[in-house]
């Protein structure tokens, strides 16, 4: 049973910063990436940024591109998106996907967590 719990979310106003995390259990077998989702409402979910698991190589969309930073510590089992210079258009549900595609911000992820809400006025 794989389970994924994001936690940090909250309201901040423009130009503050959020450091999100997502602790993952019950994965068994290697995956190649993982990545952070957000949904707007009214809007389709997109890719925000992916991380490669072994190499640690991060792909961004270029909405967040120097404001935002994907990490992970693998001992832990947690990944962490943190997020400076928050912006109104950023709020969104966030969410963390693991065992996906890499190199690219496709939602086609096999398990996901069920969000954290992230509100900038």
């Known amino acids: 049973h794989v389970q994924l719990v994001e936690s940090g979310g909250g309201s901040v106003q423009a130009g503050g910063s959020l450091n999100l995390s997502c602790a993952v259990s019950?994965?068994?077998?290697?995956?190649?990436?993982m990545g952070w989702f957000r949904q707007a409402p009214g809007k389709e979910r997109e890719g925000v940024c992916v991380?490669?698991?072994?190499?640690?190589?991060?792909y961004y969309h270029d909405s967040v591109k120097g404001r935002f930073t994907i990490s992970k510590d693998a001992a832990k089992n947690v990944l962490y998106l943190q997020m400076n210079i928050l912006k109104p258009e950023d709020t969104a549900m966030y969410y963390c996907a693991a065992d996906g595609p890499c190199g690219s911000l496709s939602a086609d992820y096999n398990y996901w967590g069920q969000g954290t809400q992230v509100t900038v006025s």
């Open positions: 991380i490669y698991v072994k190499s640690g190589n991060t």
């Open positions: 019950g994965y068994t077998r290697s995956y190649n990436c």
